[in-house]
């Protein structure tokens, strides 16, 4: 199956995107810009959790 640069880096840039909105949102101030800050340097990590605990059917073996 061939993909497209698109399908390749669409996740990639988003959660490099999300890290820097979160890591400014913690330097700009407090209060609403925590909560900010939190939910964005947390997704990244939560779908690495997710990739790292997700488990994959297994596969079967063809005929010899």
């Given at each position: 199956?061939?993909?497209t640069?698109?399908?390749?880096?669409?996740?990639?840039?988003?959660?490099?995107?999300?890290?820097?909105?979160?890591l400014?949102?913690?330097?700009?101030?407090?209060?609403?810009?925590?909560?900010?800050?939190?939910?964005?340097?947390?997704?990244?990590?939560?779908?690495?959790?997710?990739?790292?605990?997700?488990r994959?059917?297994?596969?079967r073996?063809?005929?010899?």
């Amino acid at each position: 199956m061939i993909r497209t640069r698109i399908q390749i880096w669409a996740m990639p840039v988003l959660l490099a995107v999300l890290t820097v909105v979160g890591l400014v949102a913690a330097l700009l101030g407090d209060g609403a810009w925590d909560l900010v800050s939190a939910v964005a340097l947390g997704a990244p990590v939560a779908m690495g959790a997710r990739h790292a605990l997700r488990r994959t059917p297994a596969r079967r073996s063809g005929p010899p």
